[in-house]
């Protein structure tokens, strides 16, 4: 990812430690520019970042009018807002919550944590799942880290398509998936947040259709030498209370998916 400090040129060794760390977990490059087609250029790239602060955000509605006018089409799709959350701030994060995961709004400070303080304040829903493998728990970890294994316990009605892997899959690991379901095509790009096998996994989205998505699973031996695997998904929908309201309906199809996945997946352990 490339982070634009666009036309202040604010340096970024003159940013705390905190922001430092918070920076390179966005960042492969930093690039800091006063020039906009400098700045078009950059922002053909997926994950080119605009820093916005109280000094530069006039310069982001130029950048887009500019776009308008020229119609290049290279807006950027990640903004990290590190000015006061404004009615700027609104508007930017109603057109992100409209947008299926195309466009972020990353709020961005000294204190910023990515995973733990996205979405603070809204509604996480819950779901629990759990199924007895006939494996002992260190292969089943091994399996669920193997993403060569997800289009084999994906059902035949959801499309999933490896766009990109970390390989090996460790903590910070990341993931990105095309998956198309209900004639939709989305793009989710998950990190391994945490992994200790043989005992947890837990993936977060860190851009999709959903504000938050936290998959979280445990792998339990029991004495005959099975495991349960126990999976929680915490999950914040998009579209504030309205998006509330298709929950029913979001629950129903995780139960189905979800129990596609547990008979597929004691299937492979029965017969390898």
Known sequence: MYYLYDQHRLKPLRSTPDEAIALARFCDEILVTNRIEEAIRIAAYPKAAFL???KNALSLFGYW???MRHHTLKEFRIILYAAPKNLLYRIL???ASISFGTYRLIPFGKEYNPIQNRDKGMKVHALHY???LNASADR???FHTDTRNLPLITPPWIGVNIVRADIPVKEQSRIVL???RFGFKTRWEMEIAELDCPHTVTDVMLSGPFRQFRHERRFLPQPNGETLMEETLSIVLPF???GNLVFPFLKKDMDTMFAFRHRATERYFLTH
């Open 65 to 67: 009018k500019y776009q």
């Open 240 to 242: 504030g209370w309205f």
């Open 140 to 142: 089943v970890c091994a």
């Open 52 to 54: 916005l602060h109280p």
């Open 93 to 95: 994060s109603w057109v």
């Open 178 to 180: 095309d998956i198309r």
């Open 130 to 132: 759990s199924c007895l």
